[in-house]
Nanobody, 125 residues
Framework: QVQLVESGGGSVQAGGSLRLSCVAS????????MGWFRQAPGKEREGVAGIDSDGSTSYADSVKGRFTISKDNAQNTLYLQMNSLKPEDSGMYYC???????????????????WGQGTQVTVSS
């Protein structure tokens, strides 16, 4: 049974930083692709950052240069370092995993096979 458990969310002021973590069990991150999605109230869930099995990364335009996705295969852990946070970054952040090796540039909810429960990020101005 695959489980994804996020942590690291919280409340920060604009310009601050947070680091999200996602521990995977029953799953092998080094062979598959993982990512982070977020959802703000009243909005659709959107892909924020993805990492393929070979370590290739992709980012939404809105977070490029500010967010960094990484994974520790030995620890089965996915990370999202978020710097220079803006109020529009607020929302529920979800760890996501696919049974495939690559996102193929399509970091969208329908390509996700497993979801974490989410962790809240709130950025105040």
């Amino acid at each position: 049974q695959v489980q994804l458990v996020e942590s690291g969310g919280g409340s920060v002021q604009a310009g601050g930083s947070l680091r999200l973590s996602c521990v995977a069990s029953g799953y092998t991150p080094r062979r598959t692709c993982m990512g982070w999605f977020r959802q703000a109230p009243g909005k659709e869930r959107e892909g924020v950052a993805g990492i393929d099995s070979d370590g290739s990364t992709s980012y939404a335009d809105s977070v490029k240069g500010r967010f960094t996705i990484s994974k520790d295969n030995a620890q089965n852990t996915l990370y999202l370092q978020m710097n220079s946070l803006k109020p529009e970054d607020s929302g529920m952040y979800y760890c996501a995993a696919s049974a495939g090796a690559y996102w193929w540039g399509r970091l969208v909810p329908r390509n996700v096979d497993y979801w974490g429960q989410g962790t809240q990020v709130t950025v105040s101005s």
